[in-house]
């Protein structure tokens, strides 16, 4: 049997012996480090390697979940990191999620649920709380509200067939800068290409 490797980020620290305990009582689990803040994950991470690693989002001063996540995910793109917090706003769920986090669990969270999102993200699956994965679902139902006005306005020109040098000058923007917003349109829409960008921006013009 294979053990699961987790480091815990968050600044509580009755919040991280309870997770410790909680995760002690699965065999196949086994917690390697401890970190309050952003700056504290990178360097535990760093000395440890968790094959996951569950992290809150807000630590108070300092370097924040996201930021830590998109470290990490940046240093090391097989380690899982799973969000692990209170808060379930639509944009704390998109930021986590785009910085590149594998799961994103509410601190209410079932044991089951936890330990099934632990085993998961080894796995490579992505595993959401019901609440959060509700809310996801309903995002995806109505791409303007997980685009923002700039990306947006971005996707309602790529019906015209404009390049990415034409998309620029429309909006006063580098290429590079729209090739970033670009990037952030396939992954938010679940696409991988401009025609498929397109078709999705087609469909939503069609049900307005």
Same mark, same amino acid.
């Given at each position: 049997? *294979? *053990? &699961?490797?987790?480091?815990? #980020?968050?600044?509580?620290?009755?919040?991280?012996?309870?997770?410790?305990?909680?995760?002690?009582?699965?065999?196949?689990?086994?917690?390697?480090?401890?970190?309050?803040?952003?700056?504290?994950?990178?360097?535990?991470?760093?000395?440890?390697?968790?094959?996951?690693?569950?992290?809150? +989002?807000?630590?108070?001063?300092?370097?924040?979940?996201?930021?830590? &996540?998109?470290? +990490?995910?940046?240093?090391?793109?097989?380690?899982? #990191?799973?969000?692990?917090?209170?808060?379930?706003?639509?944009?704390?769920?998109?930021?986590?999620?785009?910085?590149?986090?594998?799961?994103?669990?509410?601190?209410?969270?079932?044991?089951?649920? &936890?330990?099934? @999102?632990?085993?998961?993200?080894?796995?490579?699956?992505?595993?959401?709380?019901?609440? #959060?994965?509700?809310?996801?679902?309903?995002?995806?139902?109505?791409?303007?509200?997980?685009?923002?006005?700039?990306?947006?306005?971005?996707?309602?020109?790529? *019906?015209?067939?404009?390049?990415?040098?034409?998309?620029?000058?429309?909006?006063?923007?580098?290429?590079?800068?729209?090739?970033?917003?670009?990037?952030?349109?396939? !992954?938010?829409?679940?696409?991988?290409?401009?025609?498929?960008?397109? !078709?999705? @921006?087609?469909?939503?013009?069609?049900?307005?």
């Amino acid at each position: 049997m *294979t *053990t &699961i490797s987790v480091l815990l #980020v968050d600044d509580h620290t009755v919040v991280r012996s309870g997770l410790k305990a909680l995760l002690g009582t699965q065999a196949d689990m086994v917690v390697v480090g401890e970190a309050a803040s952003g700056e504290e994950a990178l360097e535990a991470a760093q000395q440890h390697s968790p094959a996951v690693v569950l992290m809150d +989002l807000a630590m108070g001063a300092g370097m924040d979940g996201i930021e830590a &996540i998109k470290q +990490l995910r940046q240093r090391n793109p097989k380690q899982a #990191v799973i969000v692990f917090t209170t808060y379930d706003s639509d944009a704390d769920i998109v930021r986590a999620v785009d910085a590149g986090a594998m799961g994103y669990l509410l601190k209410d969270a079932a044991p089951e649920e &936890i330990f099934a @999102a632990v085993r998961g993200a080894v796995q490579g699956k992505s595993v959401m709380s019901a609440p #959060v994965a509700s809310r996801l679902f309903q995002q995806l139902r109505n791409p303007d509200e997980i685009l923002t006005p700039r990306e947006a306005e971005l996707l309602s020109l790529l *019906t015209e067939g404009l390049s990415n040098r034409d998309l620029g000058k429309r909006l006063f923007i580098s290429e590079a800068t729209v090739k970033t917003h670009l990037a952030h349109i396939y !992954a938010k829409l679940g696409v991988e290409t401009r025609a498929a960008a397109i !078709a999705t @921006a087609i469909r939503r013009e069609g049900m307005r």
